[in-house]
């Protein structure tokens, strides 16, 4: 029997993912611990493997919500506008504290570190060459973000794949560049407070990188499949946003890890 509501709400069915994520993000997070201390694999590949069958299949069930039973309404997407908002914002608060802790030590450098910024020792790296790099490739992603947003709302299915997936490049250029350059670094996340910021700062984001870009893969694939139309696309709206916001963090960080911090 059809259910009919007289309210343009959408009161969530019961759902086990909520239950299996809590418990794929705790055996992920135990097995960490034990690679930590025993070098052994198996239980954090057992926590990945939970988690990311959670994902794909909450995610599964929100994209028939919206898309196929019509339960994501006016009123309803103007709730998740502003739940992808206050997300944003918290994440914005996630960043300052490494900004924090990065001018709290380089502004007084203390006699431990030498009572000088970049600290004795430390090597820090150019700023023109593979950082610049991926300071112009993250630019470049949120234009091409940006056009596929423009794209789609003119119904052009087109560009909007073409645009979504050199986005998508984009990302995965920069990871690659940043993998390198963490392979090739003079020092490590141990060699004093700059290693540490560095590293947690820097590391964080390009854990943001690749989430944004599994984000807007996700969208790629929800475009190929006709989810999105002009006046009904916040899937693709919140991977956008989500996007700059990483642009934006990124040129911070460039500005004052990378090149004020030399």
Request: proline share 4%.
């Amino acid at each position: 029997m059809t259910m009919h509501s007289n309210h343009p709400y959408h009161l969530v069915d019961f759902s086990p993912w909520p239950l299996t994520g809590a418990i794929g993000t705790m055996t992920l997070v135990t097995g960490l611990v034990k690679w930590f201390h025993n070098f052994n694999f198996n239980l954090l590949i057992l926590g990945y493997m939970i988690t990311l069958l959670t994902m794909f299949q909450w995610w599964r069930d929100i994209c028939r919500e919206g898309t196929h039973q019509g339960k994501h309404t006016i009123l309803v997407s103007k709730g998740l506008r502003w739940g992808m908002i206050l997300f944003i914002i918290s994440e914005v608060f996630f960043f300052i504290s490494f900004f924090w802790a990065f001018f709290h030590s380089s502004l007084s450098p203390n006699i431990e570190i030498g009572s000088i910024w970049p600290p004795t020792n430390i090597i820090p790296f150019n700023p023109f060459q593979i950082p610049l790099l991926n300071t112009i490739i993250l630019i470049t992603s949120g234009i091409t973000v940006t056009w596929a947003h423009h794209a789609l709302m003119e119904n052009n299915h087109s560009q909007t794949s073409q645009s979504l997936f050199l986005t998508i490049c984009l990302g995965i250029y920069f990871t690659i560049l940043q993998a390198y350059e963490y392979y090739e670094a003079p020092f490590t996340i141990s060699d004093s407070i700059y290693g540490s910021t560095f590293f947690m700062a820097t590391g964080f984001h390009g854990l943001h990188v690749i989430i944004g870009t599994i984000f807007l893969l996700i969208c790629l694939i929800r475009h190929t499949k006709n989810h999105f139309s002009m006046s009904h696309h916040f899937g693709f709206e919140a991977a956008a946003w989500y996007w700059h916001f990483v642009d934006v963090v990124w040129l911070f960080l460039y500005i004052s890890i990378y090149w004020w911090g030399n």
